[in-house]
């Protein structure tokens, strides 16, 4: 199945991305897509040497629903915070975070969902892979958003890249 399939999640993809481009559901769409899913992970294999093992399941969804309630969630925020709070009352910060994921891909995730999350924006990761540089609209304790960072989503992340 692994020589058939080396990356199932891309195949996937590109199947639903092709579906989505031809904008129908048909027979000939369906066995098209199929193709392309199949040959081209096949022919991507050899630039994917250290790819990281990806847990599918319970772990992603749950991190997929953290991460959609939080964008929910910070909408509403941002919106009370720009509605309501006048600029000299705002806490704007950089905020540092040290990363103790091992894997690019993980750490790609990690800055892409802050960058999602409204109000924060991840800005750069360090050389050595260890920090991220977070800009957050408001903060009132730095400390304490590291740590709701940390374990809201870098914790989730280390059981989805383990």
């Known amino acids: 199945m692994k020589r058939l399939l080396p990356h ?4 996937a993809m590109l199947l639903a991305v092709w579906l989505v481009m031809v904008n129908s559901i048909t027979v000939g769409g369906v066995v098209l897509g199929g193709i392309f899913a ?27 629903a953290i991460v959609g309630l939080d964008i929910i969630l910070a ?12 600029n000299r009352d705002l806490h704007a910060r950089w905020l540092i975070v040290p ?16 960058s999602l999350t409204p109000g924060t924006v991840s800005s750069d ?12 609209l408001d903060v009132a304790d730095e400390a304490a958003e590291v ?4 374990a809201r ?6 059981r989805i890249f383990a």
Do not use: C
């Not at 989503?153 to 280390?158: D, G, K, M, P, S």
């Open 147 to 150: 740590a709701r960072i940390k």
């Open 38 to 64: 199949l040959i081209l992970p096949k022919f991507t294999q050899p630039f994917w040497p250290d790819r990281p093992r990806v847990r599918f399941g319970s772990a992603l969804a749950g991190y997929l």
């Open 99 to 114: 990363i103790d994921l091992a894997a690019p891909e993980a750490i790609t995730m990690l800055a892409g969902t802050i």
């Open 8 to 11: 199932p999640a891309l195949s």
């Open 75 to 86: 909408n509403f925020q941002v919106a009370w915070v720009i509605l309501f709070r006048r």
């Open 153 to 158: 989503y870098e914790a989730r992340l280390q």
């Open 125 to 136: 990761v360090s050389a050595d892979g260890r920090f991220l540089l977070v800009h957050a």
